[in-house]
């Protein structure tokens, strides 16, 4: 009885999984989803209000999603300001797709670099395509040289958990913010004093006030940008989980031990998981720590490089 029991269970289970990870991987599917605390909405007002005393904007985006963790209502608060776009994590997301994304920024005319925030030794291109930007724009509004002496001063935009502070303290050379790893660590605006010449504005994170498709709200809940006490951690894990057995993803069965991916399915894989990894409770397996640490061990980089969404068709 006890194993009927069980296998009625697991069943049960499989099957609730398997509905929500193809709802989450069909791009048509709707969410209506939306996470938009009070202090979202302040930083908005205070962005749109404080953007004429900067010289540009950079908004910061995860490089494993490069349009859906950007922003249509950040685009509209900072108006026509300069805009450089930082890609960041580019270390975490799939080098052929970074090639790709690209290609389709330059396609758009965009001004954008791919980063690593935690490689300081590359802060220094993010700086020197700020300035070049910059002084592109005031030569077109004065037709003058820009004097050498003169401040310059950016505002840090972006979703909450995209690297702003770390992309800061990396800038400083200092712990100039507080980092965490959960997304809304910053309330409040922040002046960083980078150098002589330049001042950092830190603003807090903003989701868009909607999303719309369900496969975008997995993505953000994937890399953070939504809590998981939000989002919750399921949906997001299982996707992930399909993603690997579909693409065979070297990484992930090396991790978890795997002899092979073929044949394998989303819950033969969560039992193999929990059993490799010792997320197992009276009954079986324990499937909700096996959804936390497959999450933590893709946000940390362990289970390989990955980008979760292509470029749109022309």
Not at 151 to 171: A, D, E, H, Q, R
Request: glycine fraction near 4%; aromatic fraction near 6%.
């Amino acid at each position: 009885m006890k194993k009927d029991s069980r296998n009625l269970t697991k069943s049960t289970k499989k099957f609730q999984a398997t509905k929500k990870v193809n709802s989450a991987e069909d791009d048509t599917s709707t969410a209506a989803f939306n996470w938009f605390p009070g202090h979202m909405m302040k930083a908005l007002r205070d962005i749109k209000s404080k953007v004429a005393m900067v010289d540009l904007v950079m908004e910061i985006r995860d490089a494993r999603v490069p349009l859906v963790s950007g922003s249509a209502i950040l685009k509209e608060a900072i108006g026509g300001k300069s805009r450089l776009i930082l890609l960041n994590k580019s270390n975490l997301a799939d080098e052929e797709q970074n090639k790709k994304w690209a290609q389709y920024f330059d396609h758009q005319k965009e001004h954008y670099l791919f980063i690593n925030c935690l490689d300081r030794s590359s802060m220094k291109e993010v700086t020197q395509k700020a300035r070049v930007i910059i002084e592109e724009k005031r030569k077109q509004c004065s037709n003058e040289d820009i004097p050498d002496k003169e401040k310059y001063k950016f505002m840090i935009v972006g979703l909450p958990n995209t690297g702003k502070s770390t992309l800061i303290n990396s800038l400083a050379n200092r712990n100039a913010t507080k980092v965490a790893n959960k997304p809304g660590q910053t309330q409040n605006q922040i002046w960083v004093k980078v150098d002589e010449k330049i001042d950092l504005l830190d603003t807090p994170g903003v989701m868009p006030t909607k999303i719309e498709k369900e496969i975008h709200k997995t993505w953000l809940s994937i890399i953070n940008a939504i809590p998981d006490h939000i989002a919750g951690e399921e949906t997001p894990a299982c996707f992930l989980i399909q993603h690997f057995l579909k693409h065979k993803n070297p990484e992930f069965l090396e991790t978890y031990k795997f002899e092979s991916l073929e044949n394998v399915d989303l819950v033969g894989a969560l039992d193999h998981i929990a059993k490799v990894r010792g997320c197992l409770q009276k009954g079986g397996p324990d499937y909700d720590r096996v959804y936390k640490l497959l999450l933590v061990d893709f946000r940390s980089g362990l289970l390989g490089r990955v980008t979760l969404e292509t470029q749109p068709v022309a």
